[in-house]
């Protein structure tokens, strides 16, 4: 069974930056990743759709409310990746949760057990 740990959370004030990182208990996972991504859900609210990336060619999506402050990246060896978060406002603040999307199926079938960041006025 693969696991995915995530690492990195904190506190941190508004305008703040931290950096997420995620990995595979197993690296050579990474031949059947199709995408790895992040998501967050914040008190009170559904999980939402944050940033991810497509293992073959490297494309990115991000969610509005993220774009031009967050960046997601990978690295070369293994299936991991990495979310640079800049610009930290009070709304960010959630549960972040790294996922895998698995290239047999059609959803993020992995997920790690989640992250807390927090991001203080």
């Known amino acids: 069974q693969v696991h995915l740990v995530e690492s990195g959370g904190g506190l941190v004030q508004t305008g703040g930056s931290l950096r997420l990182s995620c990995a595979a208990s197993?690296?050579?996972?990474?031949?059947?990743?199709?995408?790895m991504a992040w998501f967050r859900q914040a008190p009170g609210k559904e999980r939402e759709f944050v940033a991810s990336?497509?293992?073959?060619?490297?494309?990115?999506y991000y969610a509005d409310s993220v774009k031009g402050r967050f960046t997601i990246s990978r690295e070369k060896v293994g299936a991991a990746v990495h979310l640079q978060m800049n610009s930290l406002k009070p709304e960010d603040t959630a549960v972040y949760y790294c996922?895998?999307?698995?290239?047999?199926?059609?959803?993020?079938?992995?997920w790690g057990q989640g992250i807390q960041v927090t991001v203080s006025s």
């Open positions: 996922a895998v999307r698995h290239r047999s199926s059609d959803d993020y079938g992995y």
């Open positions: 197993e690296p050579t996972f990474s031949i059947y990743v199709l995408a």
């Open positions: 990336m497509r293992w073959s060619g490297g494309m990115t």
